[in-house]
């Protein structure tokens, strides 16, 4: 059920009090019972008064009417009750003002109290009997004013005699009962609602815990909670997860409201083809799972061809009809996996490899094909909380000025450390994070971090090298990158000059015009450019003219050629001669990365390089290890020998 129709019908129960009813029905009978037993016993008591001969019969009569009303009008319950209040203290109130002052003598004040008073604590009940009677509640608080005023009245009228001192101090008695019987009754009803009102929350919050609120589906919670008791009971079932292809696009051009429109239907079209007892869970933005307990092997995948076949019917959103297709990947326990989260990694593994191969169909997880696509699904999972759980660092690698031999600059690299699977390749989570947009978050937490850590060297060490960021192409294209810069900057203290960002050719070339504005601003903030991965794109070298860049980098790929006859050295030795040359008609520095050989430093060195950083200098070190190597580092030397550095 959805949440909310629970929550409503709850609401409406309380209110129209189905709880409180079927007590009314069988109380008001017995009330007019003892009242009519009055009217027929009290004359032969020799203790009747006009108003007891009068009272009783209409109480009878008026309860009667109430019991025939409350029967055939439930909703009227609020109603009924604030009427019996208000008759019950009519006749209380009333009786007591006759005893008190109009009494017939040769009567006894207390008999009369002790035959009719008994009844009272029906009023303070009744009030309370309904939550939210405010109209009851404001007449027992009026009547119970009217038995002080009239007990007051009673006792100004009359001194303490032996007559009158046995009716005032049954006055007292009963005003003391009737606070402590009021006072109790509010206690007990008041814990009894709130007790209620704890059970009703304690029920919502369960609904809301196990019911996604968009769709009425069932929660990732709940999903895994059915899935684990399946597994226990060893059920055979299969799992299909459902990713909705393109569903960012909607969001995008046409808003969230019409993509939860578009939700609300899938899951709509969703439970139409269902069987009893299979289960649908929405567990993410666009990605559903169901569940396919017993039945034919072959009824999974004939649910999920009627499941693409039901959205290839048009979604109609805004007064717009949308076509949508759907990717559905499926595991089966226990061939697939023996427990919850297996199976729905397998799954989603498999619904990956549809997305990869175009979409809008329906594939079985082979493990001996997917195995690899299943882990890059589990990083990319993995990887979207691995910034906010502490497990990327940042290390850096040194670089060289060939002539000097200075430790002129550092470059930051990000590592990620998976608490199961290790040091991740940052050439695997990389594309990972720009393809999940999470490279944003962590570029510019390694923007600020490098930054940091560069000032924090000049403050201790009085270093003045630069710091070298890496800058993704997701990440530059971010609207407020120069903004994101500029704030590093502010809350490191770092100086603009000795902050470097590194660029690669395709991020230039993707658009020029909005590279060349934004690069301009970063310039005129005194950071530096570098053109990383120089050589190996496809663009034209006038960019190196018209934009502000400082410094191109080698690609590592022609140093490796330099030391290998087999990868034809002299179009490298080619290569980095002609870009030395341009470098030096434009006035740009040169940095050679990847020299992991004596040979190799000394071939660019000789080439004219400026700069050189590679595992022969030293590996990418943490920032203590790195500190330790500032204060001991030593220039490279002569032209032919150079301090090697692990």
Request: net charge neutral.
């Amino acid at each position: 059920m959805n949440i909310f129709r629970f929550t409503a019908s709850l609401s409406a129960r309380l209110a129209q009090g189905e709880g409180w009813r079927s007590t009314l029905l069988l109380s008001i009978p017995i009330a007019a019972l003892a009242f009519l037993l009055g009217a027929f016993l009290d004359p032969l008591s020799g203790q009747s008064t006009p108003f007891d001969r009068l009272a009783y019969p209409t109480l009878t009569v008026s309860l009667i009417i109430l019991e025939v009303i409350l029967w055939y009008r439930p909703k009227k319950i609020g109603e009924v009750v604030t009427v019996l209040v208000l008759l019950s203290c009519l006749f209380f109130l009333g009786k007591l003002i006759y005893l008190l002052y109009f009494l017939p003598s040769g009567l006894s004040i207390q008999a009369e109290m002790t035959e009719s008073f008994f009844w009272i604590p029906v009023v303070y009940v009744l009030s309370l009997f309904v939550p939210s009677l405010r109209t009851a509640r404001s007449i027992m608080m009026v009547f119970l004013m009217g038995l002080i005023l009239a007990s007051i009245g009673y006792a100004a009228l009359n001194s303490w005699t032996s007559q009158t001192g046995g009716v005032l101090f049954a006055l007292i008695e009963m005003l003391l009962a009737n606070l402590t019987l009021l006072t109790l009754t509010q206690m007990g009803i008041g814990y009894k609602e709130r007790l209620a009102h704890i059970q009703s929350q304690s029920q919502t919050l369960q609904q809301l815990v196990n019911t996604d609120l968009l769709t009425g589906l069932l929660s990732r919670q709940r999903l895994e909670h059915q899935l684990d008791l399946a597994l226990g009971q060893k059920e055979t079932f299969t799992l299909l997860f459902i990713d909705v292809d393109g569903f960012k696009t909607i969001n995008d051009t046409m808003g969230h409201s019409a993509g939860d429109q578009v939700l609300k239907e899938f899951a709509s079209r969703l439970q139409a083809i269902l069987r009893e007892g299979d289960l649908a869970a929405r567990i993410g933005g666009d990605e559903f799972v169901v569940v396919v307990k017993d039945g034919s092997p072959a009824w999974p995948t004939t649910l999920a061809q009627q499941l693409l076949t039901g959205l290839a019917l048009p979604f109609v959103v805004c007064g717009q009809q949308i076509q949508l297709t759907a990717s559905i990947g499926m595991s089966t326990f226990p061939g697939d996996g023996h427990d919850t989260d297996t199976l729905l990694r397998r799954a989603d593994a498999a619904m990956y490899q549809i997305k990869r191969t175009g979409r809008n169909g329906v594939r079985r997880f082979d493990a001996t094909l997917d195995q690899a696509l299943e882990r890059t699904a589990f990083l990319t999972r993995e990887f979207q909380s691995a910034l906010s759980k502490e497990q990327l660092s940042i290390v850096y690698q040194p670089i060289y000025h060939l002539k000097t031999g200075e430790l002129s600059k550092v470059e930051a690299l990000a590592r990620w450390t998976h608490p199961k699977f290790g040091e991740i390749s940052p050439t695997i989570f990389i594309p990972i994070a720009e393809a999940s947009g999470q490279i944003v978050p962590v570029g510019r937490w390694v923007l600020l971090q490098a930054c940091l850590q560069g000032q924090q060297w000049g403050e201790d060490l009085g270093w003045e090298g630069t710091v070298t960021v890496n800058v993704s192409p997701v990440q530059f294209a971010h609207t407020d990158f120069t903004e994101q810069v500029k704030e590093a900057l502010r809350l490191s203290g770092l100086p603009a000059h000795k902050l470097e960002l590194e660029l690669t050719e395709g991020v230039i070339m993707q658009n020029p015009t909005l590279v060349q504005t934004a690069l301009h601003s970063l310039r005129r903030l005194g950071v530096e450019i570098t053109v990383d991965d120089f050589g190996t794109g496809y663009s034209s070298l006038a960019y190196l003219r018209d934009l502000p860049i400082g410094c191109i980098k080698i690609d590592r790929s022609f140093i490796d050629d330099l030391a290998s006859p087999r990868r034809a050295p002299q179009y490298a030795v080619a290569l980095i001669t002609a870009i030395v040359s341009i470098a030096r008609t434009l006035d740009l520095q040169v940095v050679a990365e990847g020299v992991e050989t004596q040979e190799q430093m000394e071939a660019v060195r000789g080439f004219g390089c400026d700069f050189a950083q590679g595992y022969f200098f030293a590996r990418p070190l943490d920032a203590q290890h790195l500190a330790g190597l500032l204060k001991r580092v030593q220039p490279l030397g002569g032209p032919t020998r150079a301090k090697r550095l692990s």
